[in-house]
């Protein structure tokens, strides 16, 4: 059967992309932001690259908005092109889907109480082409397929932190349904703590961060209580997005191994956190 056997936890932050993108990895500025992704490329190329990353990702007004604020969306179409955010697509492949085992999730997850929109075409912005690209570097395909599960982070009401994590649980138990022998990876993506906008715009909280980074190994029962005010007082307004990294943890189930931990600042004018963890049995 199917099984997920890590998650990855990871910023999106664009600047990620226009490193990689433009060949400027070497630069001063660049080289610590870049620095934080060695350990998990060299872990992925040592008999650690995934059958199928279920990627958790936020998008940014491309293939959503006003109009339609799905919740919880999952993409089952066959491929998803990168999406044209205002300066064109992206140089980086085509995203391919596993589309049996999301097809399976979508049912299983809907079956499960979970009210899924199922997406058959949309592009996929940074929020899901920028963690490939950070892992994968930039190659004429991506090593793996890739099913794109969308969490509205961007308008309110957003889920509950404990709503992802159940959703994340529930997961897990489709994979483990799918009988196909797989091996699955679940990353959870954004944040950490920043505000694009307002008189707090620059916004880090290192501290808030740090505790977050530890507890997601030590005390994850208490980040699925952090209300969302904690969230916007403490990291801005974007830093609700940690969120999605509870879909990821809820996935792995009580005990997990922490393999690779980075974080750094400045990465624009965000905070970049990335964790690597090991599900244990």
């Not at 009210?115 to 592009?123: G, L, V």
């Not at 809820?250 to 005990?255: D, E, F, N, S, V």
Request: charge should be negative.
């Amino acid at each position: 059967m199917a099984r997920i056997t890590a998650g990855l936890a990871t910023s999106h932050i664009p600047l990620i992309g226009v490193a990689i993108d433009q060949g400027r990895g070497s630069e001063e500025y660049f080289k610590p932001i870049l620095a934080a992704y060695d350990w998990t490329r060299a872990w992925i190329s040592q008999s650690n690259k995934p059958d199928v990353v279920i990627l958790v990702y936020n998008d940014h007004a491309t293939a959503f908005d006003m109009n339609l604020i799905p919740t919880f969306a999952i993409g089952c179409a066959e491929n998803f092109e990168p999406a044209d955010e205002g300066w064109g697509r992206r140089p980086v492949p085509r995203v391919e889907n596993h589309p049996e085992l999301a097809w399976h999730i979508a049912q299983s997850l809907i079956l499960d109480d979970f009210d899924m929109t199922i997406i058959n075409k949309m592009d996929v912005d940074h929020g899901l082409t920028v963690p490939l690209s950070a892992v994968f570097n930039q190659p004429r395909a991506w090593p793996t397929k890739v099913i794109p599960i969308a969490v509205n982070v961007v308008t309110y009401p957003v889920p509950s932190g404990n709503r992802c994590w159940l959703l994340g649980e529930a997961i897990a138990r489709a994979v483990e349904s799918f009988p196909e022998d797989l091996n699955v990876q679940i990353w959870g993506t954004g944040g950490m703590s920043h505000q694009l906008q307002g008189p707090r715009a620059g916004l880090i909280n290192r501290d808030w961060d740090q505790r977050f980074l530890d507890d997601m190994s030590n005390d994850p029962q208490r980040l699925r209580a952090i209300p969302h005010i904690e969230y916007l007082r403490e990291t801005g307004s974007e830093g609700i997005e940690m969120v999605m990294w509870l879909v990821m943890r809820g996935a792995l189930g009580p005990r997990v191994r922490e393999l690779h931990r980075a974080y750094h600042v400045p990465a624009s004018n965000t905070a970049l956190g990335h964790l690597v963890l090991e599900k244990l049995t």
